[in-house]
């Protein structure tokens, strides 16, 4: 039952998301433990007591060192990219999203989350490099192209953005929020 709910636990409302996770940290499953740990990535440090943030530091700690046992996987580096992005660490959520582009530089995702890093600190120069450079890598993905639209309506170049917005939403017919901008736009 626990494992079950746990997939919804990410998108749920971050009071919500912390105050349950909070009560997994110490659970006899280490699979729980792990996911609780990444569900708490967003809890904030401060006004944390200092025995909880030791018990949350350990389960953090065992989130990291599971996915460093697949080191050789880029999902295991995005994840960490995520966790870290969500711990506010934003040189250590760029180094996970470069390791997994190293290890398979056809990964779009980590491309989409370092541009997302990016934008989120306002690097949108590096932003747009990312998405590029996943588009050599990945041409006509259309997770990419419609990242490259929204970066480019954020540029304030709509002209140069409805071509990538018809361009993602013929790459994925079945995805109506492509569609969906692309009409708006």
Same mark, same amino acid.
């Given at each position: ?9 990410? $998108?749920?409302? $971050? ?28 809890a904030p440090?401060d006004?944390?007591a200092p ?12 989130y ?13 580096h &995005?994840?960490?990219? &995520? ?11 760029e180094?996970s ?11 779009? $995702?980590?491309y989409?989350?370092? +541009?997302? &890093? ?17 588009l &050599?890598?990945? /041409?006509?993905n +259309?997770d ?18 409805? /071509? ?9 017919p079945?995805?109506?929020?492509? +569609?969906y ?5």
């Amino acid at each position: 039952v626990v494992m079950r709910s746990m997939r919804h636990l990410l $998108p749920a409302p $971050p009071q919500e998301r912390v105050r349950i996770a909070a009560g997994l940290i110490d659970d006899p499953s280490a699979i729980v433990r792990i996911k609780a740990a990444r569900a708490l990535a967003i809890a904030p440090n401060d006004g944390m007591a200092p025995s909880m943030r030791a018990r949350v530091d350990k389960i953090f700690a065992e989130y990291v060192a599971s996915q460093r046992a697949n080191a050789d996987r880029p999902e295991a580096h &995005l994840n960490l990219g &995520l966790f870290y992005s969500d711990r506010r660490d934003p040189v250590a959520a760029e180094s996970s999203y470069r390791a997994a582009i190293a290890l398979a530089p056809d990964f779009t $995702p980590a491309y989409l989350n370092l +541009a997302d &890093l990016y934008r989120t600190y306002s690097r949108e120069a590096d932003a747009e490099a990312s998405l590029a450079a996943g588009l &050599l890598q990945a /041409p006509g993905n +259309a997770d990419l192209l419609h990242a490259q639209g929204l970066l480019r309506v954020r540029q304030g170049r709509m002209s140069e953005a409805l /071509p990538l917005f018809a361009q993602a939403a013929m790459a994925a017919p079945d995805n109506l929020r492509y +569609a969906y901008v692309h009409a708006i736009a």
